[in-house]
């Protein structure tokens, strides 16, 4: 049984924050994926790759604002300057803004990667359940190898963390803290979007559609060169769907791109998010960080408005936990 120092279950954006600041290289990071980044996800598509997470995000605080213009120095994130716009009365609408955007290069999983580059953490591991005995935490895993830690972070979605933390009291933060779902579409466009005036778009946020949450053209980030289209359906959308099968969902979403935008698309796959987002985003708690016992700390983009860098500045408040 391997005793270390600090367990940190999760390489999504919170847990390598967390990681990335603390006081001690006894540390282990425990990631169920076979790499970094959480929802900061890519999938390789046909010899290319496109992001189905996160389509982009922004930085508001300073400390943020540090990081990523470190990232954009490093050559691992760009801005993107998107032609954006909206859904109004059910009709695209062009709705430009001043916000600066910023995505992974060469695809989103770029920026898990820079927060990752000088870590080390074990892939495909997953953890089943967080016990304390004594004055330590047993962590075991799903193949039933037992890990012990003095102090543990666990930074997995809300519904995950409720599962893995099943002999703590946790029911008052995954009762108010719940997360809702989002079926993410790609498929293959033929020609550019557009909206009723033919002024060509880059992405739209869904507006009133009753379907369409977010929409973003590959082609117009930075070094990207597919037609491909990501569709992000809403979340009460994808809850009424949320057992149905993907080349269903894939043909529903597909079908009311064409009927919205008078184009011919081709789907290509379709990915459910079960716990994309918060259902309340203007819920968070002290810095996105909750403590559950002594030396057991929850985080992450849930307790911290849903937002990427939310789910930094969370992993970084629970480092200074950590570190004391």
């Known amino acids: 049984m391997k005793h270390i120092e600090v367990a940190i279950v999760g390489a999504g954006v919170a847990g390598l924050a967390a990681a990335g600041a603390l006081n001690t290289q006894n540390y282990m990071i ?60 059910g009709y695209a609408t062009a709705s430009p803004d001043s916000q600066e ?74 009762s108010r803290f719940t997360m809702e779902p989002t079926w993410t579409v790609v498929s293959d466009i033929e020609a550019p979007l557009t909206d009723q ?3 060509p778009l880059d992405a739209l946020f869904g507006g009133d559609h009753n379907i369409f949450d977010f929409i973003s053209t590959e082609i117009s980030k930075p070094g ?22 993907p080349v269903s969902v894939q043909k529903q979403i597909n079908s009311a791109l064409e009927t919205t935008f008078g184009v011919s698309a081709n789907p290509v796959i379709a990915h459910r998010w079960r716990f994309a987002r918060p259902t309340d985003p203007t819920l968070t708690t002290q810095k996105g960080v909750f403590e ?18 939310g789910a930094y500045l969370s992993g970084i408040e629970a480092a200074g936990l950590l570190n004391r």
């Open 101 to 174: 955007r910023f995505v992974g290069a060469p695809y989103m999983n770029a920026m898990g990667h820079y927060l990752a580059r000088s870590l080390t953490i074990s892939t495909q591991l997953r953890v089943a359940t967080i016990h304390h005995d004594g004055d330590v935490f047993h962590l075991k895993l799903t193949d039933s190898e037992v890990y012990t830690a003095s102090k543990v972070l666990v930074t997995v979605p809300v519904t995950q963390m409720t599962s893995l933390l099943s002999s703590f009291d946790v029911r008052d933060i995954a």
């Open 292 to 309: 559950v016992n002594d030396g057991l700390w929850v985080a992450g983009d849930y307790l911290a408005g849903g937002r990427v860098e």
């Open 30 to 89: 425990f990631e169920k994926s076979r790499g970094p980044g959480g929802r900061l996800a890519s999938k390789r598509i046909n010899n290319l790759r496109v992001d189905i997470g996160a389509q982009f995000f922004t930085a508001r605080d300073p400390l943020f604002q540090k990081v990523v213009s470190d990232a954009v120095s490093a050559g691992f994130v760009k801005c993107w300057r998107p032609r954006m716009g909206t859904f109004f009365n």
């Open 224 to 245: 990207r060169e597919s037609s491909y289209v990501v569709i992000h359906a809403k979340p009460v959308w994808s809850t009424n769907h949320g057992e149905d099968e």
């Open 197 to 199: 005036h033919n002024n």
